[in-house]
């Protein structure tokens, strides 16, 4: 390889595959390097410096600097101690590279095959490398690619200029025909730097693949006046999208739906013929649940904040239709909502209120000791719970028409009592069981949960150490991790045991 060859080489494969210079020049002088290596019986370090503007190129062997007791020293053809490398160079240190010239090898048909598989290896991975700097500030962001070829179920897309996308089997939308061919947008999930394999990988079955189609078919998204706030799929089929608007003059989900369905349309077409709803975002977790309800009509709702969920009511013709083939219609609305909901007929939601109402009448009447009225008129005012009245504010119970200030502390003290009660019962549980000294002063273990594991059957560290992570998890406020180390150090003493009668058995 002459010096006007190097220089041509550089021209052609940089303009070819769109990569800087310097690069190709690196990754020849590498290949060089690599080619000269191998031309010789020993294994040495060898660096080859190329000329960028003539083209002219100097072969060097290297010697890295150690200091002359270091342990490290290991290999004479590549390193080099300290007190010899001072003979050559007076000005070098430990760390450095002392370099001799040696005569540049003449390459063969064998020599120069290497050099190309290593300038192609350095190519590949400069463009990989620009790749991910190209694409990794566009994640979540829309891309379009024509289909280049299905391979084991996954599908490759071809982004344009050598750059290749993967959308996995479980990213696509199902039974959807695809072709090679064919014009498909994705949304960018993910940009990795592997040293092989795809990079960009895309995906037709996220939600905000739905967000981002809308923002490109609806300008007044892109201008501020209307809002996408959430959008939950069953890719391929049905759709939700919550919307909102910061114009009072603007119908959002008419500007989403276009004239004569437009835009929503244009939407759909892309995904697959994928039917989507419209919903009406509102500040009011309970609306906003109604809405996305839709098509279905509610006839009442009963919100469960404790639990994040909602008992919903249709009309019994229209249940079907809220629940939705397979379950499609609720499911989609928890997941556009955050709440859990539960759809019934208005006759099994009265059914379902009024056996909670006679639940919680009893509760009161038995724990509060006060007669039916008291306690229906309690269950009236919405409480459910001892809690509820025992630390509800006092101005809140005041409101209530029936209760004067006398009545108001009483039911507080005598609900404080209850609670108290509770507190003293379940501290006795606790303490009818003592642990065992050594699960008490167990490394980790503290007294309360020492008790607590006690009243659990859990009263050695053996007992403990015959437990599993999972069982350990049922106890309040535990997490896997100390789960963990607490059985291992309560089975420490069985690692011990084994170690000795292993020892044992070996020495006899």
């Known amino acids: 390889m002459n010096n006007k060859e190097i220089l041509m080489v550089v021209d052609a494969v940089s ?5 800087d210079r310097e690069t190709i020049f690196s990754a020849i002088e590498a290949a060089l390097a690599t080619a000269s290596k191998k031309l010789n019986n020993i294994e040495i370090s060898v660096r080859v410096a190329i000329d960028r503007d ?9 010697w890295e600097v150690f200091e002359d007791d270091s342990e490290d020293f290991e290999d004479p053809d590549t390193q080099i101690k300290l007190t010899y490398a001072l003979k050559k160079n007076p000005d070098i240190k430990a760390g450095e590279f002392i370099e001799e010239t040696m005569e540049c ?27 991910v700097e190209t694409f990794k500030g566009r994640i979540g962001e829309l891309v379009m690619g024509v289909v280049k070829r299905l391979d084991k179920g996954n599908l490759i897309l071809d982004l344009g200029e050598n750059v290749e996308a993967l959308v996995t089997r479980d990213s696509m939308i199902p039974r959807e025909a695809v072709r090679p061919g064919d014009r498909l947008r994705g949304f960018l999930q993910d940009v990795r730097s592997e ?16 967000i981002e189609l809308f923002k490109l078919e609806i300008p007044e ?83 469960d904040e404790e639990n994040n969920a909602m008992d919903i009511a249709v009309e019994e013709e229209q249940l079907s239709q809220a629940i939705g083939r397979g379950g499609q219609n609720v499911r989609l609305a928890s997941e556009l909502t955050g709440w859990t909901i539960n759809v019934m007929s208005d006759t099994q939601l009265s059914e379902k209120g009024e056996q909670e109402s006679q639940v919680a009448q009893k509760l009161f009447m038995a724990q509060l000791d006060v007669d039916e009225e008291f306690a229906n008129i309690l269950v009236q005012e919405g409480f459910t719970s001892i809690e509820e009245i025992a630390y509800v ?13 006398d009545i108001v502390m009483e039911l507080r003290n005598r609900s404080k009592d209850v609670l108290l ?23 980790g273990m503290d007294q309360h949960l020492a008790y607590v594991l006690a009243s659990r059957d859990v009263i050695t560290m ?17 997490d896997e991790e100390r789960a963990g180390k607490l059985i291992m150090t309560a089975r420490a003493p069985w690692f011990a045991e084994d170690a000795a009668t292993t020892t044992a058995e070996q020495q006899g």
């Open 54 to 62: 003539t083209g002219e190129y100097e072969t060097f062997r290297t």
């Open 195 to 210: 040293m092989r394999g795809p990079q960009l990988f895309v995906s037709r079955t996220a939600p905000e693949l739905l």
């Open 393 to 405: 504010p006092i101005e809140e119970m005041m409101g209530i028409e029936e209760f004067d200030e």
């Open 421 to 443: 009660t509770k507190a003293l019962m379940k501290e006795e549980v606790l303490e009818k069981k003592t642990p065992a000294e050594d699960l008490l002063t167990m490394e």
């Open 221 to 303: 998204v892109g201008e501020g006046l209307i809002e996408i706030l959430g959008a939950a799929r069953d890719p391929g089929s049905r759709a939700k999208i919550a919307v909102k608007s910061n114009d009072a003059r603007i119908d959002p989900v008419g500007a989403c739906v276009g004239m004569r369905g437009s835009r929503v349309r244009a939407v759909s077409n892309e995904l697959a013929d994928e039917r989507v709803d419209i919903i009406l975002w509102d500040d009011n977790p309970a609306q906003f649940v109604i809405n996305a309800m839709s098509p279905a009509e509610v006839v009442s709702i009963v919100v």
């Open 462 to 478: 053996e007992d403990l150490a015959e437990q599993s992570v999972d069982e350990l998890m049922e106890i309040d406020e535990m």
């Open 15 to 19: 303009n070819e595959k769109g990569l």
């Open 105 to 131: 090898a003449k390459f063969g048909r064998i020599a120069a095959q290497a050099a190309k598989q290593v300038i192609v290896q350095k190519v590949r991975d400069a463009e990989r490398a620009r790749v």
